[in-house]
């Protein structure tokens, strides 16, 4: 995106010499000529310096800065006036100006002060990027070495890789699908830090947090008095967002009236403030989440196939909690860990039917479920060893029952005792049955039981179960084929 700059100026020569060389090293200019039409005019752009003169009729450049600041309280503006007293430079810093110039300038002068201002903008907009990103994301870092969770990094770093090779970067947008709780927003953020833009803005947005109306003006911005309270001008996230990554969290719930305008913004990466009637171009990537089946909402026409098909060009997806097998017990060990050492606890450790119990539940609320549940255990168990008991289940989760036959079967399995574990057997007896019934098919069977693969597999190792022998075909002498 080119530079820009509103220059205020009454003497028309010199307005138009400084218009033509900044035009000359790529900087779009808009001129006024006086200060009612400078100020007119800073409401209709965005630029991203102002050069104001001192001295108009009807009133000051002090006054200009003071209306403009008023308007867009991070504007950068340059004074540039006839008068060299050192009490009008003074003045113009005390009113917010950066800069002060006197007549006859240089216009070399000009542009090295100008590129000198507009350099101390963007490192301002850095730090501040900065500072709200307290936490940057890696693919490191998102916990897995299950075989689901390895195809899908291995994907985004497939994806992460293309992006470094392309000869421009008008990347692909990409979806990230999930169940609720997956970490979509994990992989979101490790695709930006990881990738070209990694130096740019990070913005998210939840879509489905906001209603339509709102969720319109924060997107896209407005101007002052474009509905009843707008009463200043905003910009949108998506302008926030030039030059690094706009993620879209729950695309899936966006109004039909919102989705036009994302497309438009996809094909045109162009984006129009409510109110407005200015186009202004955006570099922007977009990556957007959803835990709804987007195929199916296209064809109830719950969401606009055109946009379907924009928004996938890459899809990534985040497997559930149950599908990723020991990754339970490794990110389970990891928040015990955090909340532990926030609240003071040492020594915390899982009991081995706890474990179990971690293993065999299926997590219907994912990592999310996971992280708070043991969120408040950690605060409310007394002891450092954690039983199944002792989790704090919330109404997702199994009942007690199933925590504590899980712990006298661990119980019995140590002490040898056999009066207590008639939920194990009982348990055998299920797994075995729906084994017969679908042929030993692991993937089946584990569904029909509501474990993981993983899990299924463990129980069948545990009850030493094995898979019958099939008899040898005989031949059928009443049909002379084989059965």
């Known amino acids: 995106m080119a530079n820009s700059i509103l220059i205020i100026e009454d003497d028309e020569m ?15 200019t808009h001129v006024a000529h006086s200060a009612e039409e400078g100020l007119k005019k800073l409401e209709a752009i965005r630029p991203d310096i102002l050069l104001t003169d001192h001295m108009f009729r009807a009133k000051t450049g002090l006054d200009v800065i003071k209306e403009a600041l008023a308007m867009d309280p991070g504007l950068k503006i340059v004074m540039l006036t006839g008068e ?196 202004r171009k955006v570099d922007i990537h977009i990556v957007s989440a959803t835990n709804r089946n987007l195929e199916q909402m296209v064809y109830e026409r719950l969401f606009r196939s055109d946009l379907y098909f924009r928004l996938r060009v890459i899809s990534l997806s985040m497997p559930p909690l ?24 040492k020594g915390l450790r899982f009991s081995p039917a706890a474990k179990e119990w971690l293993l065999g539940y299926s997590w219907p609320g994912n990592v999310r479920e996971l992280r708070n549940m043991l969120e408040q255990t950690v605060l409310m168990s007394q002891d450092e060893e954690i039983r199944p008991d002792q989790f704090a289940r919330g109404p997702l989760q199994s009942s007690g029952d199933h925590a504590l036959g899980i712990q006298r079967e661990y119980d019995a399995s140590v002490t040898g005792e056999r009066s207590v574990t008639r939920s194990a057997d009982v348990a055998q007896d299920r797994v075995t049955k729906v084994l017969e019934e679908t042929d030993w098919n692991i993937s089946k069977s584990a569904k029909l039981l509501g474990l993981s693969r993983d899990m299924l597999r463990y129980r069948i190792e545990k009850y030493q179960l094995v898979r019958p022998v099939s008899p040898i075909a005989q031949p059928s002498f009443a049909t002379g084929a084989l059965e």
């Not at 010199?14 to 779009?28: F, K, S, T, Y």
């Not at 149950?322 to 606890?345: V, W």
Request: include cysteine; charge should be neutral; glycine fraction near 8%.
């Open 84 to 279: 060299g007293s050192v009490q009008t430079a003074v003045d113009a810093m005390k009113a917010g100006a950066c800069e002060y110039l006197t007549k006859p300038v240089s216009l070399v002068e000009l542009k090295m002060v100008l590129e000198k201002v507009l350099g101390r903008s963007q490192v301002e907009k850095t730090l501040s990027v900065l500072q709200r990103q307290q936490s940057r994301g890696s693919l490191d870092a998102i916990i897995g070495e299950s075989p689901p969770m390895m195809a899908a990094k291995t994907k985004a770093r497939q994806m992460l890789a293309a992006e470094k090779r392309m000869n421009d970067r008008d990347l692909p947008a990409i979806l990230i699908t999930g169940e609720t709780g997956t970490g979509k927003e994990l992989l979101a953020r490790a695709m930006h830090f990881e990738g070209v833009r990694k130096d740019f803005p990070f913005i998210e947005i939840n879509c489905a947090s906001l209603p339509p109306n709102l969720l319109e003006s924060e997107l896209f911005g407005h101007e002052r008095g474009a509905f009843t309270d707008a009463k200043d001008r905003r910009i949108g996230l998506v302008e926030a967002a030039d030059g690094g990554t706009l993620f879209l969290d729950e695309i899936g719930e966006v109004d039909l009236s919102i989705q036009a305008k994302l497309l438009k913004l996809l094909e045109e990466k162009s984006v129009r403030r409510i109110g407005s009637v200015r186009e």
């Open 14 to 28: 010199l307005a138009d010499n400084i218009r033509v060389h900044l035009q000359r090293n790529q900087w779009e």
């Open 322 to 345: 149950r599908e990723t097998g020991d990754d339970i017990l490794r990110i389970a060990e990891f928040y015990l860990d955090k909340h532990a050492r926030r609240y003071g606890r």
